[in-house]
């Protein structure tokens, strides 16, 4: 039975700046997703708070935005039989430090806030999050 979902991943700005976008594009091919849309933009501040409006109340949220807004990130639109819990996985836990061997965060992540990739985690968010980056 297939279940293909779309889901939004960010490579975040730590991983743009060393230049790790066409290494992890890899593992996403390498793990049988379809990237369907890809794009690298800069967002303001405002348009953070926006985006992570779901953690406003976060002690970390003001930093956070600051942090999506500090350079150039990647988005892209990844497609796959259970794209969703499938991109989570392969992106490790929040916590670099608590991540599986293997995965992106693990191999890639610096900190807890500079953990290089962002990852939909749920359907829903999926849409919102596709519907914000690209609403053509
Ligand atoms: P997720 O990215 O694994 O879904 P969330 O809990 O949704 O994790 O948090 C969103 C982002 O906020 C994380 O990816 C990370 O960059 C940042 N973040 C989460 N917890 C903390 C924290 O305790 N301190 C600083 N930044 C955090
Ligand atoms: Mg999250």
Do not use: W
Request: charged share 25%.
């Amino acid at each position: 039975m297939s279940n293909l979902e779309k889901t939004l991943s960010i490579i975040k700005p730590d991983a743009v700046e060393r230049n790790l976008i066409e290494e992890i594009k890899k593992i996403f091919v390498s793990n049988g997703f379809n990237i369907v849309k890809e794009k690298k933009v800069q967002v303001s501040k405002t348009e953070a708070q926006q985006f992570y409006q779901v953690h406003q109340a976060k002690p970390f949220y003001n930093e956070l935005c600051n942090y999506l807004s500090s350079g150039p990130i990647y988005v892209m639109i990844l497609e796959k039989n259970g794209a969703i819990l499938a991109n989570r996985e392969i992106m490790g836990a929040t916590n670099p430090i608590e991540a599986k061997d293997g995965t992106i965060r693990k191999i890639y992540g610096i900190s807890i806030d500079k953990n290089s990739v962002h990852g939909s985690d749920s359907l829903d968010n999926a849409k919102k999050e596709i519907e914000f980056f690209f609403k053509d």
